[in-house]
């Protein structure tokens, strides 16, 4: 069965703090993404990584950076959060399509709350 | 004009209705098109896949691509107070390197009363 986890289901901090979310995969995807999810906005693609050490800017990069030092991992850093940065966060994974869309397999979420 | 436009609802249903979930796109590059259940609190997932225009069935669910309007659909059949969730619409045009990203819609929040 397919695993993509979070290490935080709900997370509060301070505006200004640095915060980092982990995202770990067990399916060996080449692949790998950070969105976040407002309401009335949907999903919006923050950063994806297509190899380790690789990362390419999604739509919204502003504000984030990100890591992929290992292949099953990948994290979304915060350099100093601020309220607008309060939403949930989603991490998904996917194989390297041969010329075809791959599945994107989600994880549960982090409920990122900045004070 | 938006990438994907998807009502966002909320749609209320009574158990056993048939159920109809629409998206439409502008992207005529678009060819592989999936559909993403969400429950509360959670992470979405994959409920079906397709490629290209056509139908696809999958017990209670079938989803259906018409390319020429660019208008997908997710028919929910004998629909039961579990498939309460948001529905997310996807799709991209994916072919060759660098074609990874699915383009979303906002989702539709489905609500079946017992």
């Known amino acids: 069965d397919v695993k993509v986890t979070q290490s935080s289901r709900y997370l509060v901090k301070r505006t200004g703090e640095k915060v980092f979310l982990e995202c770990v995969q067990d399916m060996d995807h080449e692949n790998m993404f950070w969105y976040r999810q407002d309401p009335g906005l949907g999903l919006r693609l923050i950063y994806f990584?297509?190899?380790?050490?690789?990362?390419e800017k999604g739509d919204i990069p502003e504000g984030y950076s990100v890591s992929r030092e290992k292949k099953e991992r990948f994290s979304l850093i915060l350099e100093s959060a601020s309220t607008n940065q309060t939403s949930m966060y989603l991490c998904a994974s996917s194989r390297l399509g041969a010329g075809k869309q791959e599945t994107q397999y989600f994880g549960p979420g982090t409920r990122l709350l900045v004070l | 004009q938006k990438e994907v436009e998807q009502d966002p609802g909320p749609l209320s249903v009574p158990e056993g209705a048939i159920v109809s979930l629409n998206c439409t796109y502008s992207?005529?590059?678009?060819?592989?098109f999936m559909w993403y259940r969400q429950y509360s609190r959670k992470g979405p997932e994959l409920l079906m896949y397709?490629?290209?225009?056509g139908n696809k069935e999958d017990g209670r669910f079938t989803a259906q691509v018409d390319k020429s309007s660019k208008y997908i659909s997710l028919f929910i059949r004998d629909s039961q107070p579990s498939d309460s969730a948001t529905y997310l619409c996807a799709m991209s045009a994916a072919s060759g390197a660098g074609s990874y990203q699915l383009t979303f819609g906002k989702g539709t929040k489905l609500s079946v009363i017992p």
């Open positions: 397709t490629y290209s225009s």
């Open positions: 990584s297509y190899d380790v050490k690789m990362k």
């Open positions: 992207n005529s590059a678009f060819q592989y």
